[in-house]
Every structure is written in structure tokens, then in C-alpha cells.
């Protein structure tokens, strides 16, 4: 069973735990994945750890090595309680909203989503220690390799699903909340060439439907929804569904928070 030393205590993992079984199966199932899956997975005491290899793994290039990377990213998640709990809420996010989710080992494995959301967590923590070339090295791979272009000083809650992860674009001085869910394509940018604060404030249990557009310095209120293909100008009211070039409010979001129910339907079902 998975365990971590704190303060002379042994504390039990069960995340960890799971991620563990799930892999030591997963190599029974197919043992063509078994070099994989013990150098993510299985040669690692902890979710942190692998994390940092995986991140590590995929951004590697001629210009930084992985040892290197797996350096720095053992150093973020090694003092920053704070980007082991987003790490593990986003993991979890993704088991719970994502259908095509069937066990935890997935997303550390396949889906680069999540892959691209730890690599900012990590560029994140570097922008905020004052390593700005370092965290922009981490945003040009993120990119490169994911398709996923977050800068580095953004600033985003826990438990974000990214689902498909094509082509994400977030900005500088943008703001995602806790428990937000967005699909492919989508745009949290500016409107021009300001310097100053000029990308949107997303606030908790938002949904983003693949495609849409969010640009400017505006709020999206939490528990609101925006329809995939949208293009949104103007701030959106809590628990509003908006939709449109440029969008307009078409309905209620519904009680339960979009991002949880990943309720994408602009009918009268989809309010009650």
C-alpha cells in the first residue's frame, strides 16, 4: 500500500494506492505496456513523484534534458503543498466528469489534458519564484507538445478538466476558478494590444463548450455556461446560459454546477 513519512507518522495514500493497483493490472492486461507503465507508474512512491517524471518524459527535447526538467519539477511538487492538491483535484475531476474515464491511471498515461494542465502548474510555480525564462521554456513545450499555450502567470483554480485539449489558448491576466470545465478550442484571450490587465475572469463551476471564445477583461459569473461555437463580448450573470456570435443569454444553467454535470444541451431539459 502506498504510504508517505510525515512527521514521523506513516500516512496511507489511498489515491496513490488505486493509481498502483490499477497500473500492476493494467501490466497483466497487456505486457506490451509494461515498460511504460513501471517508468510512469510503478518505479514511482508517489503520485508527485511520477507526475514529475511524466512531465519530465514529455517535455524533454534537445535544448533542456529530461533530468533536468525532472529536477525542477520534483522541486515545484517537493515545496508546494498547494500544486500537490491541484494535481490530485484535477485528476479526480477528470474520473468523475469525463465518461471516457475509467480508472485513474488514464489521465496520468493518455490524456494530455491533464498532462498540459500539470506542465503550467509547474511553469506556475517557476513565474511565481521569478523564473521567467524557465517558465516560459515550460509554456513554448506545453504548447509544442500538447497544443495546449497557457501563459505561466495565468492564474487557475483546482480541479479543471480540459477535455480533448486542442488548441486551448489562456492569457496572461487570465483567472479560472475552482471546478471549471472546458472542451477543445477554446480561447480565453484579449481584444488588442494592452498591456494591462486584459483576459477574462472565469469564477467557479463554469462551462466552456468546445470552440468558444471568451475575450477581454470580463467576468463569467460561477455556475454559468457558455455553448460551444460562442463568441463571448460581455460578462455573463451567474447560472446563465449564453450562446451566439456575439453571445446572448438563451437560459438558465441549471441548479447543479455545469462544470459538474457536463450538461452541454440548450433545451428545456437541460434548465430543470
Not at 55 to 72: D, P, Q, T, W
Not at 113 to 133: P, S, T
Not at 213 to 222: Q, S
Request: hydrophobic share 45%; charged share 20%; glycine share 8%.
Amino acid at each position: 500500500m502506498a504510504q508517505q513519512q510525515k512527521s514521523g507518522i506513516t500516512a496511507i495514500d489511498p489515491v496513490w494506492d488505486s493509481i498502483s493497483r490499477q497500473a500492476q493490472a493494467a501490466v497483466v492486461d497487456e505486457p506490451l505496456m509494461s515498460g511504460l507503465i513501471h517508468a510512469c507508474i510503478l518505479h514511482h512512491k508517489s503520485l508527485e513523484k511520477a507526475l514529475s517524471y511524466r512531465v519530465a518524459a514529455k517535455l524533454a527535447s534537445n535544448e533542456m534534458s529530461m533530468a533536468v526538467l525532472r529536477e525542477i519539477a520534483d522541486e515545484a511538487f517537493g515545496s508546494s503543498p498547494p500544486l500537490v492538491s491541484a494535481a490530485r483535484a484535477d485528476l479526480v475531476a477528470i474520473y468523475e466528469r469525463d465518461p471516457a474515464c475509467h480508472r485513474l491511471l488514464q489521465p496520468i498515461l493518455f490524456f494530455k489534458g491533464y498532462q498540459a494542465v500539470q506542465a503550467y502548474r509547474v511553469g506556475h510555480w517557476l513565474w511565481q519564484q521569478g523564473r521567467h525564462d524557465l517558465a516560459y521554456f515550460f509554456q513554448m513545450r506545453t504548447s509544442e507538445i500538447f497544443g495546449v499555450d497557457i501563459h505561466p502567470a495565468a492564474r487557475i483554480g483546482k480541479g479543471l478538466m480540459i477535455d480533448h485539449a486542442h488548441s486551448i489558448v489562456i492569457g496572461e491576466t487570465a483567472v479560472v476558478g475552482d471546478n471549471v470545465s472546458m472542451l477543445h478550442s477554446v480561447t480565453l484571450g484579449g481584444t488588442g494590444k494592452q498591456e494591462e490587465d486584459r483576459h477574462p475572469k472565469i469564477e467557479d463551476g463554469v462551462l466552456i463548450g468546445a470552440g468558444a471564445k471568451v475575450l477581454g477583461n470580463i467576468r463569467v459569473e460561477h455556475c454559468s455556461r457558455i455553448a460551444a461555437g460562442s463568441v463571448v463580448l460581455s460578462g455573463v450573470p451567474a447560472c446563465k446560459t449564453v450562446a451566439g456570435i456575439p453571445a446572448r443569454i438563451v437560459g438558465e444553467a441549471g441548479c447543479e454546477p455545469p462544470a459538474i454535470s457536463m450538461n452541454h444541451m440548450l433545451g428545456k431539459d437541460s434548465r430543470e
